[in-house]
């Protein structure tokens, strides 16, 4: 189709997440920050995050990562 956005995120939060977290980047190289604050960073921060948040509440049976097992065989 042309778009770079997975299928598995609804489209109602493909703009929210991968907006708001390429601003907060954004604004994280560009803010110096040189009174303490980088209020952009932390604004498009949090809004990444809230919109994160509900794509996990979108899913909330999705399989969890498994860890690796490695298992190791000794023949006597």
Known sequence: MGDSFPD???AILQKEI????A??????QIEDGI???????????GLAAVAMAS???FY???PKSKPITRRNLVWF
């Open 8 to 10: 598995y995120i609804p």
């Open 60 to 62: 909330p049976n999705a």
């Open 55 to 57: 794509l996990v509440a």
């Open 23 to 28: 601003l907060k980047e954004a604004y994280l």
């Open 18 to 21: 991968f907006q708001n977290y």
């Open 35 to 45: 009174d303490g604050n980088s209020p952009n960073t932390q604004k498009y921060g």
